[in-house]
């Protein structure tokens, strides 16, 4: 069973919390907002999302270090982001963007 759909208030009082949004952000301005996996290929791409390398569960998120350290902290792109959840479940959903034309796209 995953963590976050046994765990759903858990998980959204901890995201929604000062603490985690002040965490965040000042993560977001360390990696200067670009996607870390993406710049580790060279390329150039927005960061969105701040990732927890080590997963968390219901545990690990009253776990400070693991929970609000930097060291497990990533900022990633969406498409980075659903790769990695991808890979960690062996699972793989199509994913839709809307590409600089208008149009839905899906990439793997």
Same mark, same amino acid.
């Given at each position: 069973?995953?963590?976050?759909?046994?765990?759903?208030? +858990?998980?959204? #009082?901890?995201?929604?919390?000062?603490?985690?949004?002040?965490? #965040?952000?000042?993560?977001?301005?360390?990696?200067?907002?670009?996607? +870390?996996?993406? /710049?580790?290929?060279?390329?150039?791409?927005?960061?969105?999302?701040?990732?927890?390398?080590?997963?968390?569960?219901?545990?690990?998120?009253?776990? +400070? #270090? /693991?929970?609000?350290?930097?060291?497990? /902290?990533?900022?990633?792109? #969406?498409?980075?982001?659903?790769?990695?959840?991808?890979? +960690?479940?062996?699972?793989?959903?199509?994913?839709?963007?809307?590409?600089?034309?208008?149009?839905?796209?899906?990439?793997?």
């Amino acid at each position: 069973m995953s963590y976050y759909k046994d765990n759903r208030e +858990e998980q959204q #009082r901890f995201y929604k919390s000062k603490k985690w949004q002040a965490v #965040r952000n000042a993560y977001f301005k360390k990696a200067k907002g670009l996607c +870390e996996i993406c /710049l580790s290929k060279g390329l150039i791409k927005q960061g969105e999302i701040v990732h927890h390398v080590i997963e968390m569960d219901s545990e690990k998120i009253h776990n +400070e #270090r /693991l929970a609000y350290g930097f060291d497990n /902290l990533q900022l990633v792109c #969406r498409e980075c982001h659903a790769k990695i959840h991808e890979q +960690e479940r062996g699972t793989k959903k199509k994913r839709y963007f809307i590409d600089k034309n208008g149009r839905v796209t899906a990439y793997d």
